[in-house]
């Protein structure tokens, strides 16, 4: 038997090797990038202030990000994907916490897909759930209800147990369709008619998905696979919109009770093509705007609201088979909800 003190020293030796040599990695990774981009004018870059999120034609490629950068050591959790930088709390004397990030879902090898934190968006409100998403490693499918679109799908109901493994989290839709001045596409046809100018979730057969309004960011092409679209866009721009302020239980939905501030859930893109869900209670469309737009959104809209339906599950895959849990505790439908058949659409996150 090795003496605990050798194996402790071992640990701590190959511990920091691997660090050197990841961050040597990286280094290189850079100074080549680097070198590959003297070609570029100043101009160039400097004009590109705000770069298209989730492109159709192919994935978007980020360079290793360095440990540090992220807050990301060996002694929580190795690192090597590019992961989300920590967020400052949107209010003063807030929990230090807030805004700084943790994994989520499984972890695939290289790291975590998905990373989650949370946020009180203004003084005396109740702490929020805020998921990232990164599309270069995690794909977001979109499922049909039982009932909702109504016809047959693909993909349907619940998600089904051959997809388990790779399942990392799963989360609401839009409203119902008769409420949500928008329409649904997928496998080639359309369940409801498409609106021009309402806010779109939009999947290309490349596996991202994108967001936008439909007409002016997003559009029909031979690459789009679906279309899931709820009211008007909330995020335009990297900007909460005006109208997040007008008569916002007409245009955003009646509530239980009609409070304004209640359960809200909206999901937006970063300019790197991340995705960001939020979701939790004490939201007007305006609070759960801002929160989009502080996690970095560039595009943002609503989908579903009141304390019910409002819900993101993240899933872990081990030698005890698929596990489950509510990013907030307080939120009403457990971890088998996406898996035993539902009549609303939804999405689910898997890993590539």
Known sequence: MIPAPYVTKAKSSLRQFISVLATFTVAAYLVGFARRSTATSSMQLTSKKMPKAAPPDGTIIHP??????????????????????????????????????????????????????????????????????????????????????GGSWPYEGSIPQSLWPKLIGAFEGGFIFN?????????????MPLVQGAASIVSYSNGTIDIGQWGREVSMTSAVTGVRQNLIPLVDNGQVVAAANYNPLVTWGFSLGNILNTWRSGLGITATGALIYVGGPGLSPANLGAILVWAGAIRGMQLDMNPYWVNYIQYTYGQSGLQGSDLLPNMNLGPSHYLNGFWRDFLAVFLR
Do not use: C
């Open 64 to 149: 290793l990000a360095l440990w540090s950068v992220h807050g990301v050591t060996l002694e929580n959790y190795p690192q090597l994907w590019y992961s989300p930088t920590n967020l400052r709390p949107m209010i003063p004397g807030a929990d230090p916490t807030e805004g700084v990030w943790s994994p989520i879902g499984t972890n695939a090898g290289p790291g975590y897909a998905t990373f989650e934190t949370f946020v009180t968006p203004y003084a005396g409100g109740p702490k929020v759930s805020v998921a990232w998403i990164n599309q270069d490693y995690a794909k977001v499918q979109m499922f049909a209800g039982t009932s909702q679109p």
């Open 179 to 191: 409420q949500s001045n928008g329409g649904w596409y997928a496998d080639g046809r359309y369940g």
